[in-house]
């Protein structure tokens, strides 16, 4: 942390030497000054430092300032409240807008509802700003738009995106998908007609959204010590799911076949919230549902 902060400026903002290699995504942003993405890193690093302190019991004082100072200065310089986003660089003059930084801003709970819907209609549902093209932060796109609820547009775009791959001949997902390449060209990257890696491991976070999002499973207390699963039945019809509890083998499984859902869970302290409803999860013993098309619920065992 002390690293990063030798290399900011009066205004507190993380700047690039000459020959670093400022890398936020494979994209089109502005590079020129400093780079409103990696000033909401630089946030959130300090956020972390924050909580660590607190956690070591050691006084946080000077990250608290560090990291306020840099939030208003943020929503200062990089706001632009014409577009209705975060541009890349205040510097350049190009008023230039990209996803990422505002991506982060959703993400990072740095922006408010309104806000937040805001970036929405300008940048993450506008296809006049240029699309996500890496597996990697189309993750980020997606987490931040589940986040606020858009549940329905992350598995439309997940079946499209990754679904895209699948169409074009993808056995293992790509480090980068342009849809609108053909042939050879699709394999293209790094200025090597075969430079792109076709097994990347940060293509595969469709396993994460529909664990967390989808299906809806989040632990309540570390390790899943306690957890809660919030499913998003009318979207996901039916499936079946075996998600990890632990390492040493605990699991929930979960169905819906027909109306009706069916939860067994290895260890107890699972809670199924539906409806408004709350229902505790028994430890080995299948609790079994009738779902209606109004995601109303009884018991039938």
């Not at 000033?39 to 909580?51: E, F, P, T």
């Not at 039916?238 to 998600?243: A, H, K, Q, V, W």
């Amino acid at each position: 942390m002390d690293y990063s902060l030798e290399q900011t400026n009066d205004l507190g903002f993380i700047y690039g030497r000459k020959g670093d290699w400022i890398y936020i995504d494979w994209a089109d942003i502005d590079r020129n000054g400093t780079l409103c993405a990696e000033q909401m890193l630089l946030a959130r690093a300090l956020q972390s430092m924050v909580y660590i302190s607190k956690l070591l019991g050691k006084d946080d004082t000077f990250y608290q300032k560090k990291y306020h100072d840099l939030r208003q200065n943020i929503d200062h310089y990089f706001w632009n409240a014409t577009k209705h986003a975060y541009i890349d660089s205040y510097e350049s003059g190009m008023k230039h807008v990209s996803r990422h930084a505002n991506i982060f801003a959703i993400l990072f709970g740095y922006v408010g509802q309104n806000r937040a819907n805001e970036i929405v209609r300008s940048v993450l549902r506008n296809d006049r700003i240029e699309p996500i093209k890496t597996p990697y932060f189309k993750f980020w796109e997606l987490e931040a738009l589940a986040q606020i609820g858009k549940y329905k547009y992350v598995l439309d775009e997940i079946k499209s995106y990754w679904g895209g791959m699948l169409a074009n001949g993808a056995t293992t997902f790509w480090e980068q998908f342009d849809p609108t390449k053909q042939g050879s060209a699709r394999y293209e990257m790094y200025d090597d007609k075969y430079g792109k890696s076709l097994c990347h491991a940060w293509g595969s976070s469709p396993i994460y959204l529909i664990g967390r999002y989808l299906v809806g499973l989040r632990p309540t207390a570390p390790g899943y010590g306690t957890y809660e699963i919030n499913p998003q039945l009318k979207l996901l019809n039916d499936f079946d799911c075996t998600f990890p509890l632990s390492t040493s083998g605990d699991k929930v499984e979960m169905s819906v076949h027909e109306g009706t859902l069916n939860i067994t869970a290895t260890r107890p302290g699972g809670v199924l919230k539906l409806s408004d409803r709350k229902m505790t999860i028994p430890a080995n013993e299948t609790i079994e549902l009738s779902i209606n098309e109004n995601n109303n619920w009884k018991v039938k065992k």
